[in-house]
């Protein structure tokens, strides 16, 4: 009998080897990952996608195609796919998906290559994650603003159910990069190579009151009457305010568990397969 001992545990840790496969590098999150992350392009900005099907159905934060004027949706929102052509997409939203800000996006293209949705439930704080996404807040002493694809490295810190406006939100928090721009990509488990979650907002910058009063300034701009050196007074406070909520970040951010998506992603499919029907 106790011959056979070291043959069950043999046995038992070839199994476990089998069941528990390596963690991802960061080299190797980038390399699969990146380029199923895509721009997203509207009237005032740009923002970050990623493919979630191979027939041309992408996910982003609902916030980059609601107009943050008058927070009705955006008559044009073009992608930029992995061939590097654009196409026009048609935008599924609804009032939960809002609350959850996340959306999802058609286009009519087929053999895309995709990221794989998991759950929230399958990372745990001190996970290790990857964010993939265009930092077009970024400055650098070359250009304006950076247009360019960066795949960054995480940690979760904390997940949680919220509860905003009677909607409950599985919410992931992670330490990391969560500049503008970021918004709507991918954050990948580097355990599963899962998208556990959508990035979402910063959790540091300006302030909900600072931002209050950028409001303001802009909502009574056109009031405003002060000028000094031939420019208008709330320009210059507005441009202070937006200055200081770039470079105010402190590598903390959160984004919408991926579990929030996946009937959504069923519900927008019956919607559509009901505006095309198959001849």
């Not at 963690?23 to 199923?36: I, N």
């Not at 392009?41 to 916030?63: M, N, P």
């Not at 970024?138 to 949680?160: H, Q, R």
């Not at 701009?221 to 320009?235: C, I």
Request: charged residues 20%; hydrophobic residues 40%; aromatic residues 6%.
């Amino acid at each position: 009998m106790h011959r056979l001992i070291p043959v069950v545990v043999c046995v038992s840790v070839a199994l476990q080897c089998q069941t528990s496969p390596k963690p991802l590098s960061q080299v190797e999150a980038c390399s699969r990952f990146m380029s199923r992350a895509v721009r997203i392009d509207v009237a005032d900005g740009r923002a970050t996608g990623f493919i979630v099907s191979q027939d041309g159905w992408i996910l982003t934060a609902a916030h980059v195609v609601l107009d943050p004027q008058t927070g009705e949706r955006r008559h044009a929102v073009a992608i930029q796919l992995p061939d590097g052509s654009s196409q026009l997409a048609q935008v599924f939203i609804d009032t939960e998906s809002v609350i959850r800000d996340f959306a999802l996006l058609k286009v009519e293209k087929t053999g895309l290559p995709f990221l794989e949705l998991g759950t929230e439930s399958e990372v745990s704080p001190g996970s290790d994650i990857t964010i993939i996404g265009y930092p077009f807040s970024a400055e650098s002493a070359y250009t304006a603003s950076i247009n360019t694809k960066f795949c960054l490295s995480g940690m979760v810190a904390a997940t949680d159910t919220i509860v905003e406006h009677g909607v409950n939100i599985n919410a992931i928090y992670f330490q990391g990069p969560a500049v503008k721009g970021i918004s709507g990509g991918p954050i990948i488990s580097r355990d599963t190579g899962h998208v556990v979650g959508i990035q979402s907002q910063k959790l540091a910058g300006i302030g909900v009151e600072l931002n209050d009063i950028r409001k303001q300034l802009v909502a009574g701009k056109s009031n405003m009457t002060v000028r000094f050196t031939g420019v208008d007074l709330a320009d210059s406070l507005i441009g202070i305010i937006d200055v200081m909520d770039r470079h105010l970040v402190n590598e903390l951010g959160s984004g919408t568990g991926a579990s929030d998506v996946a009937y959504a992603l069923k519900k927008a499919r019956r919607e559509y397969e009901r505006q095309h029907p198959r001849k």
